[in-house]
């Protein structure tokens, strides 16, 4: 039964160029693995996403040894595919191997890439409808040319993984084997960054209309019961003038 001791060693990559250094064309990150997905909000623009695998052999000056062989096998599977006419995803590897992702695409497609670095390319043309877009990137490492410990083999002579990612709902293995025999905490997963914005709007909604309905109930209230003091004063002083005005006209036939 393997565990999974921590659910933060995904990292997720918001594909969206006003949040975060992500876009940069400059940055390169070296995560275990990454979920690649459109971030949320309606925006139009193109994001540029390097992802470096990490610990090849070095001198001891800090420099790489030259003309090694690859060691990393890049895994990517695709979740949900991108909207037709406003999405493009394109997949490049060092040596200029380059794949689209359309909505032609099939969900659950895979690519492999014998490379050490990743570039991905995300291009939206429209901000509206917003896109349920997300594919899973891992980079396996290989057992036979791998220079760090590798906890993870994946159940094959192949390929191994960090073991952190086992059990944490995402397929790493391209056998899937590192989500079998799980038992998964009940411990929920982090709410994305659309869900955080849909919420967001959800509760302002319902304390706009909250508020609305007691200041609307507030002043009607008022008024309908300042209404209702008001004609009832204007009642009492006509009963009263009747009285008085009834007594001046008794008076004098009296002492006649």
């Known amino acids: 039964m393997f565990l999974s001791c921590s659910f933060a060693k995904v990292t997720y990559f918001n594909l969206e160029n006003t949040y975060g250094p992500y876009c940069n064309p400059n940055n390169k990150f070296t995560p275990d693995a ?14 540029v996403l390097n992802i470096q695998s990490c610990c090849l052999p070095v001198f001891q000056n800090g420099s790489l040894i030259p003309n090694l062989a690859i060691s990393t096998r890049f895994y990517v599977h695709l979740v949900m595919q991108p909207l037709c006419l ?6 490049r590897t060092e040596s200029g191997k380059m794949i689209t992702i359309d909505c032609n695409t099939k969900n659950g497609s ?3 890439f014998d490379t050490e670095q990743l570039t991905i390319t995300y291009d939206r043309t429209e901000k509206l409808p917003l896109s349920k877009f997300s594919m899973i990137v891992t980079p396996l490492k290989l057992k036979t040319r791998t220079y760090t410990k590798c906890a993870f083999d994946c ?3 192949i390929y191994c993984i960090d073991q952190s990612l086992i059990c944490d709902r995402y397929k790493n293995c391209p056998n899937n084997v590192d989500e079998s025999n799980c038992e998964y905490s009940h411990q929920h997963e ?9 919420l ?9 209309s909250t508020i609305s309905s007691i200041l609307i109930c507030y002043f009607c209230c008022g008024v309908s019961k300042t ?9 009492r002083r006509s009963t009263h003038g009747g009285i008085e005005e009834s007594g001046a006209v008794v008076t004098p036939l009296l002492y006649a």
Do not use: M, Q
């Open 34 to 47: 990454g979920i690649v997905r459109y971030a949320g909000t309606p925006w139009i623009g193109k994001c």
């Open 86 to 91: 406003t999405e493009n995803v394109t997949v």
């Open 110 to 112: 895979e690519y492999y």
């Open 155 to 157: 159940f094959t002579d």
């Open 190 to 198: 982090p709410l994305s960054f659309r869900s955080k914005v849909i």
């Open 200 to 208: 967001f709007f959800v509760l302002l909604v319902i304390i706009s």
């Open 227 to 235: 209404n209702h003091i008001n004609t009832t004063n204007k009642e």
